[in-house]
């Protein structure tokens, strides 16, 4: 019990401080750099920003969701997905650098909101959690799509990024529709849509 606390705050920590570990090399790894300009450069690092965010809030999401879990096999889904998204969270910020960006000041407040969100969708429920979460990562699907096409059309880089993050997130909400997700009700749906808008507009600046 004591081992796996530590663990789960090393991965907190981990998280909001920004030291990412990736198991699997950056998709940009073997795509040349652009040359962009000025104004394009930091609309793709604000972007990349907002996904970084993104990311900082589904770990938290998930250590949340895998805490309050009742079925181990939910468990393993909910940590296995997880380390597939510290690969996401190492990319972003990898990329943030290269385009001269910086991550978002108010990372500890994101970790700390979805941590709560992820323990309360937890306590409903393997049902209701893997719902949340199949919804969750569908609209994350939505919103990196989104970027692609608000990113500079030569950036090849950021969406080489962009697309591998895209394929993980359609990966994890069919394992957790696999496992017996449940369907939100719409004003649920709506509310977490409303809650990303907020998110977004907000790390796109800070």
Not at 33 to 53: G, I, K, P, Y
Not at 65 to 83: D, G, H, I, K, P
Request: charged share 25%; with cysteine.
């Amino acid at each position: 019990m004591l081992d796996r606390l530590i663990g789960e705050l090393d991965r907190a920590l981990r998280a909001v401080a920004g030291v990412h570990r990736a198991a699997r090399p950056s998709p940009a790894r073997a795509v040349p750099e652009s040359e962009l300009q000025d104004l394009d450069q930091a609309h793709a690092a604000a972007l990349m920003r907002v996904n970084h965010v993104g990311e900082v809030c589904a770990q938290a999401l998930y250590q949340g969701q895998a805490l309050t879990a009742r079925n181990a096999r939910s468990r393993a889904v909910l940590e296995r997905s997880a380390r597939e998204e510290e690969d996401h969270l190492a990319w972003s910020a990898d990329r943030i650098r290269e385009l001269g960006g910086r991550p978002s000041l108010l990372n500890p407040l994101w970790y700390a909101g979805s941590l709560a969100i992820g323990a309360a969708a937890g306590a409903l429920g393997d049902r209701w959690s893997l719902a949340f979460l199949a919804e969750t990562e569908r609209q994350v699907e939505e919103h990196l799509s989104g970027h692609l096409k608000a990113l500079p059309a030569q950036d090849a880089r950021t969406r080489a990024v962009v697309e591998a993050m895209r394929a993980d997130e359609a990966k994890h909400r069919a394992a957790a529709i696999q496992l017996g997700a449940a369907e939100l009700p719409r004003p649920a749906r709506v509310a977490m849509r409303l809650a990303s808008k907020v998110m977004t507009s907000v790390a796109y600046r800070l």
